[in-house]
C-alpha cells in the first residue's frame, strides 16, 4: 500500500498537478484567515476552477484548500483572537491570550507546527481505515446501505445544534427535495406539476452553494464588526526559535496524540466538523491538564489541542467519503459534488477502480500538510494583511464566484435559480432555528437511500429483513439508540432551563 | 402560537398539499412498488414531525421571555446591508442572462461593494476598480484558460 501512496505522491509532483494543490493550499489559508470567509466557502470559491481540470488535480487542489484553511484560521485567531472559522474558537482561548503576552511569533507557530503534527499523525488512521472500512463495505448489500444512511442522518439529526425535531425536519425535507424530478429507478417524473424547470429536479451542488455560502454571507452581514485591532496587527514581532517551539509540543505527547484521536473521530462523524473538533479537543485537553487553571492564560496546552485536532478533523471526514460515499462535512460534501461532476463515485469500490485518485487523495492530504508550513514559512507576514481586508469588498467577489461555480456547472441559468432559492431558504432557516447539515446531507444520499429501499425490497419483500441481517440491524438499532439520546439530551436541556428561568 | 409553531402548521400544511399530489405520479409497471413508494414514506414523517413540532409548541409550559426586539431604527440598522445585498444580488441574477457575465459583474460588484462600505462618494472609483478586475480576471480564467464557459447575454451573443 505505501507503494500505492509513494506512486500518488510522484503522480502529484507533476507540475500541473502540484501548482493546483499549491494554489489551493494558498486559497485555504488566505479564505481560513479572514473572518467570516469559512472553509467551506473558500472550496465553493474553488470549485469552478476544478472544472477544467482533470479528477486528480481537482481533488489535490481542493484537499490543499481544506488543509491550508483548517491552518489559516490559527493566524486570526491567535493574533486578532477573531477565528477565521469556526475551526479556530478554541485556538482564541490561549493563542491570543499568549500574543497578548507579548509572544505571537510563539502563538501561531505553536499552532501551525501543532497542525502539521496532528494532521500528519491522522493521516497513519487514514490510510489504514480508508482501506479497511472499503473491504467491510464491499460487503453490504442494499439493506445494510439503507440502514447506514439512515444511522447517520439520524446522527446529523442528533448532534446538530438546537431542536431535534428541526433536525429531523431539515434532513427529511433535504430528502424529499431528492424526489423532485425524475425518479432514480426508472426517470417518471415526480411533483413537477408541469414546470420545466422542476424536471430534471435540483441540482445538487448550487444548492448547496446557496444553503452554505449565500445564507452566510447573509448571515455574516448582520453581525459584522470593523475589525479596529487589525491595523495593530501589521506591526507583531513574528520571530521564534522553531526548536524551541516543536520541542514545547513533543514534550506533551498524550496532549497531541489524545486531540488528535478526538479530531480525527469528530471528523469521522458525519456534518458535526472541525468547528466542534478543536472545542472538545481543548476541553479534553484542560481536563487531563495537571494544571487546568492555567488554560486561558496564553499556554501552549490549549493551542497544540486545539490546533492538532482541527487538522486530524480532515483525516476523519475523507475517511468516511472515500469508504461509504458519505461526506464528513460541508467541505468533503462539496469534494463529493465535484468528484460526481468528474464521473467518479466515491464508495467501497471507489480505492479499486480508481486506485491513482484515491492514493492521490490520501498523498496530497500528506503533501498539502508540508505545503502548509512552507507556505507560512515564507510568508506569514503577507497573511497578516489579507486578513485586514473588510467584509464588504469581499462579499460581492464571493457572490460572482459562487454564481460562476453554479453556472458552470451545465451553463444554465437554472442552477444559478436554484442557488438563490436555496441561499434564502437557508437564511430563512438560520434565522428560525432549523439546522442546514441535515438538509443538506438529505439532499446527498436522498437518491442512495431511495435507490437502496427498492432494491433490497425488490430483491426480497420481507421487510424483517433490514433487522434480522446481523450489520443492518446493528447499524438500525445504533440509528435508535442515537434518537433516543438525543431526545434525552434536548428533555435534560430543556429541564435546565426551566429550573435556570 | 409561537413561530415554531407557525412553521410546523405551514409544513404540515404542504406535506398534505404534495400527499394530496401523489395519486398523480404515473405508475410504471416495470417496478411494481412505484415512484410514489418512497415519497410517500417521507411526506407521512413530515407531516408526523411537523405535528410534534406544533405539538411541542402548544404544551410547552416554558414560555421565553420575549427578546426585546430594540429600537425601529436599530432594526433597520441591522437588516440593511442584508436587505441591500439580497435586492442587488436578485438584479444580478435577473440581468445576468440579459447582460452578460462580463457587465452586470461589473456592475454587481460596483454598486454592492459601495452600497455596503461607507457610504463616500470617493470610494466609488475603487469598486469601479475591483469590479472591472474581477470581472476581467475571472472572465480570462475562465473562457480563456479553463474553457468554462460564461453567460454571454444580449450584449454578447
Same mark, same amino acid.
Given at each position: ?105 510563539? *502563538? ?17 488512521? !487514514?490510510?489504514?481505515? *480508508?482501506?479497511?472500512?472499503?473491504? !467491510? ?67 445538487? !451542488? ?49 496532549? !497531541? ?23 472538545? *479537543? ?125 453556472? *458552470? ?93 | ?157
Amino acid at each position: 500500500m505505501l507503494e500505492i501512496i509513494s506512486q500518488a505522491a510522484l503522480s502529484l509532483l507533476e507540475p500541473n498537478v502540484f501548482i493546483g494543490m499549491t494554489t489551493g493550499v494558498l486559497a485555504g489559508l488566505i479564505g481560513g484567515a479572514i473572518p467570516g470567509i469559512t472553509i467551506t466557502m473558500t472550496v465553493i470559491l474553488v470549485l469552478p476552477f476544478t472544472f477544467g481540470m482533470d479528477p486528480l488535480q481537482a481533488i489535490a487542489t481542493m484537499i490543499g484548500v481544506y488543509v491550508g484553511g483548517e491552518s489559516g484560521t490559527l493566524i486570526s485567531a491567535s493574533l486578532l483572537g477573531i477565528p477565521g472559522t469556526p475551526s479556530g474558537i478554541a485556538t482564541t482561548f490561549d493563542g491570543y491570550p499568549m500574543t497578548k503576552n507579548g509572544e505571537p511569533g510563539r *502563538a501561531v507557530w505553536t499552532g501551525i507546527w501543532a497542525s502539521l503534527l496532528g494532521g500528519l499523525l491522522a493521516g497513519i488512521p !487514514l490510510v489504514i481505515g *480508508a482501506t479497511q472500512l472499503a473491504k !467491510l463495505a464491499l460487503r453490504f448489500g442494499p439493506w445494510e446501505y439503507f440502514s447506514l444512511f439512515i444511522l447517520t442522518l439520524s446522527i446529523v439529526g442528533a448532534l446538530t445544534e438546537g431542536s431535534f425535531i428541526k433536525g429531523l425536519l431539515s434532513g427529511a425535507l433535504g430528502l424529499l427535495i431528492t424526489t423532485i424530478g425524475a425518479d432514480p429507478i426508472m426517470s417518471s417524473p415526480r411533483f413537477t406539476f408541469g414546470l420545466e424547470i422542476l424536471s430534471t429536479g435540483f441540482a445538487f !451542488l448550487p444548492i448547496l452553494i446557496g444553503l452554505f455560502a449565500f445564507s452566510q454571507l447573509l448571515v455574516d452581514l448582520e453581525s459584522r464588526r470593523e475589525r479596529a485591532q487589525t491595523e495593530s496587527a501589521i506591526d507583531f514581532n513574528l520571530s521564534v526559535s522553531h526548536l524551541k517551539v516543536l520541542k514545547d509540543i513533543v514534550s506533551q505527547p498524550f496532549n !497531541l496524540v489524545w486531540s488528535t484521536l478526538v479530531g480525527f473521530w469528530i471528523g469521522i462523524l458525519p456534518a458535526v466538523g472541525g468547528s466542534a473538533a478543536n472545542i472538545l *479537543a481543548y476541553d479534553q485537553a484542560k481536563k487531563f491538564s495537571k494544571h487546568p487553571e492555567k488554560f486561558g492564560t496564553g499556554i501552549s496546552d490549549g493551542i497544540i489541542a486545539s490546533e492538532s485536532a482541527n487538522n486530524a478533523n480532515v483525516g476523519g471526514s475523507l475517511i468516511t467519503m472515500m469508504a461509504f460515499g458519505i461526506p464528513g462535512d460541508a467541505v468533503t460534501a462539496v469534494m463529493l459534488g465535484a468528484l460526481i461532476i468528474h464521473g467518479i463515485q466515491p464508495g467501497p469500490l471507489f480505492a479499486t477502480t480508481h486506485i491513482k485518485i484515491a492514493y492521490g487523495m490520501l498523498a496530497s492530504y500528506f503533501i498539502a500538510h508540508l505545503v502548509t508550513v512552507v507556505i507560512l514559512g515564507m510568508s506569514l507576514r503577507a497573511f497578516i494583511k489579507v486578513i485586514t481586508v473588510p467584509l464588504h469588498t469581499l462579499i460581492p467577489v464571493v457572490l460572482v464566484f459562487c454564481v460562476i461555480g453554479s453556472y *458552470a456547472l451545465n451553463n444554465i441559468m437554472e442552477n444559478v435559480y436554484t442557488f438563490l432559492l436555496f441561499g434564502i431558504l437557508g437564511y430563512l432557516m438560520v434565522k428560525t432555528g432549523f439546522p442546514l447539515a441535515p438538509m443538506v446531507l438529505g439532499v446527498i444520499l436522498g437518491d442512495q437511500i431511495e435507490i437502496n429501499l427498492i432494491r433490497s425490497i425488490m430483491t426480497d419483500s420481507n421487510p424483517w429483513l433490514f433487522l434480522t441481517r446481523p450489520i443492518s440491524g446493528t447499524l438500525l438499532v445504533l440509528a435508535v439508540l442515537s434518537f433516543i439520546l438525543a431526545i434525552y439530551q434536548e428533555r435534560r436541556h430543556l429541564k435546565k432551563r426551566q429550573s435556570g428561568a | 402560537m409561537g413561530r415554531d409553531g407557525w412553521i410546523g402548521l405551514g409544513l404540515l400544511a404542504f406535506g398534505g398539499w404534495l400527499y394530496s399530489n401523489l395519486g398523480k405520479i404515473p405508475a410504471n409497471p416495470l417496478v411494481p412498488i412505484g415512484p410514489a413508494y418512497y415519497p410517500r414514506i417521507l411526506l407521512i414523517l413530515i407531516v408526523l414531525l411537523s405535528l410534534v413540532l406544533v405539538i411541542q409548541e402548544a404544551i410547552s409550559r416554558h414560555r421565553r421571555e420575549s427578546k426585546g426586539r430594540g429600537s425601529l431604527r436599530g432594526q433597520v440598522e441591522r437588516y440593511q446591508p442584508t436587505l441591500t445585498c439580497f435586492i442587488v444580488f436578485t438584479l444580478y441574477v435577473v440581468f445576468l442572462p440579459v447582460l452578460g457575465f462580463l457587465v452586470s459583474s461589473v456592475l454587481f460588484v460596483t454598486i454592492l461593494q459601495w452600497l455596503l462600505g461607507p457610504l463616500r462618494l470617493r470610494r466609488l472609483p475603487v469598486s469601479l476598480l475591483t469590479g472591472v478586475a474581477v470581472s476581467l480576471i475571472s472572465y480570462v480564467a475562465f473562457e480563456i484558460y479553463l474553457r468554462v464557459l460564461l453567460p454571454r447575454g444580449i450584449l454578447f451573443p
